[in-house]
């Protein structure tokens, strides 16, 4: 019976409920999709939890990802025990360190005053769910050997059985509560998204990957530039770098290159090259006009 609730019903109550209130936000809210950056308050620890959570977790779920795609090329990818092997380390380290970065996360908001004061409850919640998550995760890697290997053949049957609307728990029943836990969990962080700062990972800023870390420091009057660098970097914070100069700022209306429609090189009404008729009939001699006669 429980397994039926959390693993028939569950899934379908959350995708609805996050499906309409990412809807919801995105369209109401639109500005409102970020993390809420608490950097300003606090650099040095944020560093230390961030990159390592960041790398950690985006490895460890592209594994999950690929495994949920291509299911059978992953058991075949694992066939040959070295693979297998380099898989789990690969992953494990990972885990591990996905771990290190959200303990260092959660230290940070527990112990900088600055910082409790602007974590909502929200926060706490997403934070303690995240965390169990990698717990969980993590203990399933170690104590429940060649998880990518059954994950590909028991746990992505069920996920697509949900997806395809004919939810189908039976290959997941016997498995371990430590990895139900984990199951629920994935539904649990998906309920929450729309109403944390989770909901940033929908629009990643993908360039931050790459980018090398660094603090932009808006221009501050009271600052000349070569004092800026010394007082604002204590020793242990990363480069400092002021905002690039604006560029250059462009006419609001470009001028036209080439002459625009109303404005013609030539006259409305062209010069007449010969003399119209009844010019001629007033300005010409007699003599021209007798030869202009039609009788003629
Ligand atoms: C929010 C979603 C999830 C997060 C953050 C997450 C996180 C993690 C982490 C940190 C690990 C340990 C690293 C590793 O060995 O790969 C892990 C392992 C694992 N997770 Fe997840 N997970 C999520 C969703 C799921 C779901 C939905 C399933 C299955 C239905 C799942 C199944 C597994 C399995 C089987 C392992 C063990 C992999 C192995 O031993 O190689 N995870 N997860």
Redesign the pocket.
Same mark, same amino acid.
């Given at each position: 019976m429980l397994d039926t609730i959390l693993f028939s019903v569950l899934p379908y109550a959350v995708i609805v409920t996050t499906i309409v209130a990412v809807t919801f936000r995105l369209r109401k809210r639109r500005f409102g999709v970020s993390s809420l950056s608490s950097q300003f308050l606090e650099s040095g620890e944020l560093f230390f939890g961030s990159v390592p959570w960041h790398y950690?977790?985006l490895v460890?779920?592209t594994? =999950?990802l690929i @495994? &949920?795609l291509v299911p059978r090329e992953l058991l075949l990818f694992n066939s040959a025990p070295v693979r297998l092997y380099i898989?789990?380390v690969?992953?494990?380290a990972?885990?591990?360190l996905?771990?290190v970065g959200i303990v260092s996360l959660i230290w940070r908001r527990a112990s900088s005053p600055r910082i409790r004061a602007v974590t909502s409850r929200m926060d706490v919640l997403l934070l303690a769910l995240?965390a169990l998550?990698?717990v969980?995760?993590?203990s399933?890697?170690?104590f429940?050997?060649?998880?990518?290997s059954?994950?590909a053949s028991s746990?992505?049957p069920?996920?697509w059985s949900v997806l395809a609307l004919r939810p189908d728990p039976a290959t997941?029943a016997p498995m371990p509560w430590t990895?139900k836990a =984990?199951?629920v @969990? &994935?539904?649990l962080?998906?309920a929450i998204l729309p109403f944390s700062r989770l909901i940033h990972a929908l629009v990643p800023p993908l360039r931050y990957l790459t980018r090398p870390y660094e603090l932009v420091i808006w221009y501050r009057r009271d600052l000349r530039p070569a004092d800026r660098h010394a007082r604002s970097r204590p020793a242990h914070t990363p480069r400092v770098r002021t905002a690039p100069p604006a560029p250059p700022s462009m006419p609001i209306v470009p001028e036209p290159k080439t002459p625009i429609a109303h404005e013609p090189t030539t006259p409305n009404v062209p010069e007449p090259t010969t003399p119209i008729a009844h010019e001629t009939a007033q300005t010409a001699p007699a003599e021209e006009l007798a030869t202009l006669t039609p009788h003629e």
């Open positions: 950690g977790i460890v779920l594994g =999950h @495994g &949920f898989l789990e690969t992953g494990l990972f885990g591990l996905s771990l995240l998550q990698v969980f995760g993590v399933t890697a170690i429940n050997r060649w998880g990518s059954w994950y746990a992505v069920y996920l997941i990895i =984990h199951i @969990g &994935f539904y962080l998906l």
